[in-house]
Structures are given as structure tokens and as C-alpha cells.
């Protein structure tokens, strides 16, 4: 057997191998893969509808005042005073620096309502107003800016009134001046809120002018 012979029968049988292997190739290609299909994952749905607890300070407050209010309401008695704040020296009810009651009176009092339209009317705009600004700040600063108003409403009182103040409404002379400030930082001051502040001065002085009482405390809210 010659060269010739042998490079002739080398090329042929890498001929033959070599497309054997692309014919390997191309049934592989052409075979589809098979695809393990996972299993579907089952959502839960939920059925109905869910209560959202999404404001806690406003709806805290104001549901432990309506509490307050059925205790004075039916279960107090008359000479309770723990919702009412400390007077000015020289009347009945006056601040005593020595007892450490008057100083929790100076937050309690917020709690004390004797008029249930009053109550309705005030927990309405907590409720409107307020739980927008404690969603903006926060519940922590919310709760924070509660206890500073209520506090500075009751020195004052302490101070310079006859009248044992009652209520909230510094908490909500507070809610009405931040929701006017927040309106001006864009520029914009809807007229429902000013109407809404409006209203709320027009009612407060009108309770205390017609029940009797000195309009003093509205000047300290």
C-alpha cells in the first residue's frame, strides 16, 4: 500500500465520522428538551374586608375621651375632678404646688367633657384633620404635639383663668394651625380648611358666651 492509499483512506474516515457527528448534532437540535413545569403556587384570597387600625393616636384618643365622658356621664360624682384643669390663685379650684394631682390635671383635663354635641363636634375634626397630619409626621411627633399644646393650654389656665377649662380644643387649634401651615408650605391654603378653622372659633366662643362663662379660654387655645 502506497502513500496515496493511506492519506485517501484517513480523509474518508474523517469524512464519515465527521458527519456522523453533525447528524448527532442536529437530532439533539431538533429534539425538543423536555421542560420540568413547576407546579402553580396557590394565592390565598383574602375574602372580604379588613379593618385598618391606621390612624392609633386619633382613634386612641378619641375613643378613650367618649370612655370619659360615659364615667362622668353616669359613674362620677360631683366633686371629681380629675378631667377639669387647676384655676388661678384666689378661686376655688386653684393650682396647689404641693399636690401632685393638679399636675396630672394639667393632661386629664383634655379628657373632660360635659357636653355631648361638643365632644361629637370636636372628635369629627380629630378624625378629619388629624389623622392626615399623623400620617405626614408620624405617631411618635402626633402624640408629642397633643401633650405640648394640652400642656401649655392647662398653665395657662392654672395661671390666669377663673374657669376650669374642659376638653381638647387646644389639641384641635393646634390641628387646625398645622394643617393651615402645611397647606402654605405648597403654596396653596384650601378654603374648606380655612372654613373649618372659621367654624371652630365661631363655635368655641360662642359655647362659652352662651354657657355663661368667660371667653378667655379660647385666647389661650
Known amino acids: 500500500m502506497d502513500d496515496a492509499t493511506i492519506v485517501y483512506e484517513d480523509v474518508k474516515a474523517d469524512f464519515f465520522t465527521s458527519s456522523s457527528k453533525d447528524k448527532k448534532s442536529q437530532s ?4 425538543p428538551k423536555k421542560i420540568q413545569k413547576k407546579p402553580p403556587q396557590t394565592q390565598k384570597k383574602t375574602k372580604g374586608f379588613k379593618l385598618e387600625y391606621n390612624a392609633p393616636v386619633s382613634l386612641s384618643f ?6 370619659a365622658f360615659a364615667f362622668l356621664k353616669y359613674f362620677a360624682k360631683a366633686d371629681f375632678l380629675l378631667f377639669s384643669c387647676p ?6 379650684l386653684a393650682f396647689s404646688a404641693i399636690n401632685p ?6 393632661f386629664t383635663y383634655a379628657l373632660g367633657y360635659l357636653d355631648l354635641s361638643h365632644l361629637l363636634f370636636s372628635s369629627i375634626i380629630v378624625l378629619i384633620l388629624g389623622t392626615s397630619l399623623e400620617s405626614t409626621y408620624g405617631s411618635k411627633l402626633f402624640l408629642v404635639m397633643i401633650l405640648v399644646s394640652t400642656f401649655a393650654t392647662g398653665i395657662l389656665g392654672s395661671c390666669f383663668s377663673s374657669v376650669s377649662l374642659h376638653g381638647y380644643s387646644s389639641v384641635i387649634f393646634m390641628i387646625s394651625i ?10 396653596k391654603i ?14 368655641e ?7 355663661k362663662n368667660s ?3 379660647v385666647l389661650f387655645y
Open 28 to 31: 439533539n437540535k431538533g429534539s
Open 62 to 67: 378619641c375613643l378613650i375621651t367618649f370612655l
Open 87 to 92: 384655676t388661678k390663685q384666689g378661686t376655688a
Open 101 to 106: 394631682l393638679h399636675y396630672i390635671r394639667l
Open 178 to 187: 398645622l394643617s393651615t401651615y402645611a397647606a402654605i408650605e405648597k403654596k
Open 190 to 203: 384650601p378654603l374648606t380648611l380655612l372654613l373649618t378653622c372659621f367654624v371652630f372659633v365661631f363655635y
Open 205 to 211: 366662643i360662642s359655647f362659652f358666651v352662651t354657657s
Open 215 to 217: 371667653p378667655l379660654p
